[in-house]
């Protein structure tokens, strides 16, 4: 980044959420609206705290605008490395902020496995797959549907479906994969590459762990 008093607002371990990803003026699923006050920043940054009632139920929401186009504000997506390490946003904020790369706003973009750590989310960063996620088997899983938001490669914002397709093709022969870098469950074939965070797959003596070298395609990298 340009050294110079830029802001820049980081979001943390997975597609970032940008402005007001909730909406929280037009949804009325919080409540009724009790109290807003709004507080600049940074330039082209500030911090909505909205208060709702619904019943005997308060709810306070926090909301970061963002003005995307602003010269001196870059987006960035940061995860630890490797993935299933955890900390708080705001130590990740303080670490990432030094001379010229002021962080004003950090905030969780994904959800997460408990019990692993791992985010639950897709992430994509410059055409790589970071962490191919998991979609629940249901509506009351955190994430059902295959949405994803981020910054597309004409550096627009956006939010869409996405439909992944992952396959190992050898001598004409297909097998369908279903995770990169993820737990694998029952019948299911996992591509793991050199970035997975275990040292081994973990493999059983009930499971086939296949090597595959000399490839003329980067397996993070999208085909």
Avoid at 111 to 127: E, T
């Amino acid at each position: 980044m340009k050294v110079g008093a830029k802001a820049l607002a980081c979001f943390v371990a997975g597609l970032f959420l940008f402005s007001s990803p909730l909406q929280a003026n037009a949804y009325n699923g919080f409540g009724t609206k009790q109290t807003e006050t709004k507080e600049e920043i940074a330039s082209g940054v500030s911090l909505r705290k909205e208060r709702y009632k619904n019943g005997a139920v308060e709810r306070a929401i926090h909301v970061l605008d963002i003005f995307y186009r602003h010269p001196s504000i870059d987006l960035e997506l940061y995860h630890l490395t490797p993935l299933g390490t955890v900390k708080p946003a705001s130590q990740h904020a303080a670490a990432n902020t030094y001379d010229g790369h002021y962080v004003v706003g950090a905030m969780n973009a994904s959800f997460f496995n408990m019990a692993n750590g791992f985010p639950v989310n897709l992430i994509v960063k410059n055409n790589e797959i970071i962490h191919f996620g998991r979609l629940g088997p249901d509506a009351n899983s955190p994430v059902h549907a295959p949405f994803a938001f981020g910054v597309n490669r004409n550096g627009a914002l956006m939010i869409a479906e996405f439909q992944p397709t992952l396959k190992m093709i050898h001598n004409g022969r297909e097998l369908e994969l279903h995770s990169v870098n993820g737990e694998r469950q029952y019948r299911e074939a996992v591509l793991y590459t050199s970035a997975y965070a275990k040292p081994t797959t973990g493999a059983s003596p009930y499971v086939t762990d296949i090597v595959v070298t000399n490839t003329d395609k980067s397996a993070k990298n999208f085909s």
